[in-house]
Nanobody, 115 residues
């Protein structure tokens, strides 16, 4: 079973940047759709960014122009570069991998943006 481990979260001031990483335990990126979700307290989990096995990307309107998702298949790692962060970006960020109809989730990493 594939395991996903997120890292890179933390506390940052508004306007700052963070880069999240999601490392997969096995080489799945070449045929998996990878995504980042986030969940703020009291809110539902929402899709932030997605990258297909073919490299196509899509973003939530709220992060377009600020966040960039990328993948390194050789390192089995997906990244989320987050710039111009605001307090509204505060949430637990989760990585997911969807492959052969099965979705796997990471444990999440906390991102807190102070105003």
């Amino acid at each position: 079973q594939v395991q996903l481990v997120e890292s890179g979260g933390g506390l940052v001031q508004a306007g700052g940047s963070l880069r999240l990483s999601c490392a997969a335990s096995r080489n799945i990126l070449s045929d998996a759709t990878m995504a980042w979700y986030r969940q703020a307290p009291g809110n539902q989990r929402e899709l932030v960014a997605i990258v297909t096995s073919g490299g196509n990307t899509n973003y939530a309107d709220s992060v377009k122009g600020r966040f960039t998702i990328s993948r390194d298949n050789t390192e089995n790692t997906v990244y989320l570069q987050m710039n111009s962060l605001g307090p509204e970006d505060t949430a637990v960020y989760y990585c997911s991998a969807r492959r052969w109809g099965i979705t796997t989730w990471g444990q999440g990493t906390q991102v807190t943006v102070s105003s």
